[in-house]
Each structure stands twice: as C-alpha cells, then as structure tokens.
C-alpha cells in the first residue's frame, strides 16, 4: 500500500510563501495525478491543484496566479507553493494520490494525514 | 467550476437508522462522482467511486446511485463508527468540486 506524507512549516507569516513537500513511499513514476486538497477550519475540502510524473500540472483556476506544483522524480517527491498568503489560506492541508483508469475509476484514492498550515505574524 | 450542493450539512440518527444524504450538480456530469468520509484529524476516505461503486474494503452498508445531476448517498444501517463528515466530489471538469459536506452525528 502506499503512503503519503506531508511536510513543512506549520507556522507562514502573512505576505509570505507556503511550502509543503509530500513524500510517496512508492515510485512516483505511475500514471496518476498527485494533488494537494486543503480544508479551512470549519470549511470543506478544496482542491488547490496536481502534477503528473512528467511535469505536467493542473491547477484551480481561483488560486492558479499563486500556486506552484513542483515534482522531483529522484526523491519521490511533489511539491506546493503558494505566495502572498493571507489568514483566509489558514488550513489543513492534504497530498492525496489521483488514480485514473479510463471509465473505471477517477477519485482520489489514497491521502495522507494532513498538515496544519497556520498563516499569522 | 461545476458547483456541488450537498444537503442535508447536518444530521443526527441513531444507530442503526437508514441514512441518506443528496447531492446535486450545477450540470450534468453523468455518473463522474466519488464519496468520501472524513473524520477529524485523520486522511478523507474513498468509499464509492463512479457513483455507485463500492471501494476495496469498504463495508457494504456504505451505497451510492444517480446520474446526470442528482445523486445519492446511503449508509444501510448507521454503525457508531460511522460518525464523520461526508462529501461528495465531481470529476467531470476541471477543476475538481467537493460538495460542502454532510456532518452525520450519532442520537
């Protein structure tokens, strides 16, 4: 089975940039997607964006001008940047693993436990 | 975006009700829908996938049906460890849309 695990600061002063890495404990270098959700407090789940092994991202269009979604194949490892954060970016934030099989399956399958991510000064 | 409406946000059953919670699409998006349960502090879980599919390892009381816009989710026969945050989520377009969730308390 494999594992995902978020890491970074859990503490962003406003203005700044959030950083958060996830590890895969496998290879990264399968066909599916691996995305970042985040979940303020108190609020549902929100899709921020995702990466595939090649590179290529995809991003929610209401954060796209300040999200970067990075990849580095030789450490299993993907990556999130969002600048010129703010408190309203207060959030848990999750990696999860997107699993696609044409017109079988298409759902975020495996995830890991989550990071809180506080923005204050 | 394709918008998710979830309803009820709330409620309470007892154990071992029949629990029913909807959820509605801005558009139509066949049958690209997945549920998930969350529970605080821990990893959402996928439970059905396609909108009816049951995920490996899943407990068979957990069910989903519907297409086009309209779908449901069922818990056969509510379990006290069934206490958690449901939500629904579309994959027809980008970008991925989760329903605003349906917090499912025990009586």
């Known amino acids: 089975q494999v594992h995902l695990q978020e890491s970074g600061p859990g503490l962003v002063k406003p203005s700044g940039t959030l950083s958060l890495t996830c590890t895969v404990s496998?290879?990264?270098?399968?066909?599916?997607?691996w995305s970042w959700v985040r979940q303020p407090p108190g609020k549902g789940l929100e899709w921020i964006g995702e990466i595939y092994h090649s590179g290529s991202t995809n991003y929610s269009p209401s954060l796209k001008s300040r999200v970067t979604i990075s990849v580095d194949k030789s450490k299993d490892q993907f990556s999130l940047r969002l600048n010129s954060v703010t408190a309203a970016d207060t959030a848990v934030y999750f990696c999860?693993?997107?699993?696609?099989?044409?017109?079988?399956?298409?759902?975020?399958?495996?995830w890991g436990p989550g990071t809180m991510v506080t923005v204050s000064s | 975006d394709i918008q998710m409406t979830q309803s009820p946000s709330s409620l309470s059953a007892s154990v071992g009700d029949r629990v029913t919670i909807t959820c509605q699409a801005s558009q139509d998006i066949s049958n690209y829908l997945n549920w998930y349960q969350h529970k605080p502090g821990k990893a959402p879980k996928l439970l059905i996938y396609a909108a009816s599919n049951l995920e490996t390892g899943v407990p068979s009381r957990f069910s989903g049906s519907g297409s086009g816009t309209d779908f449901t989710f069922t818990i056969s026969s509510l379990e006290p460890e069934d206490i958690a945050t449901y939500y629904c989520q579309q994959y027809d377009n980008l970008p991925h849309t989760f329903g605003g969730g349906t917090k499912v308390e025990i009586e």
């Open positions: 496998d290879s990264i270098r399968t066909s599916n997607w």
């Open positions: 999860a693993r997107r699993i696609t099989i044409f017109e079988v399956i298409d759902a975020f399958d495996i």
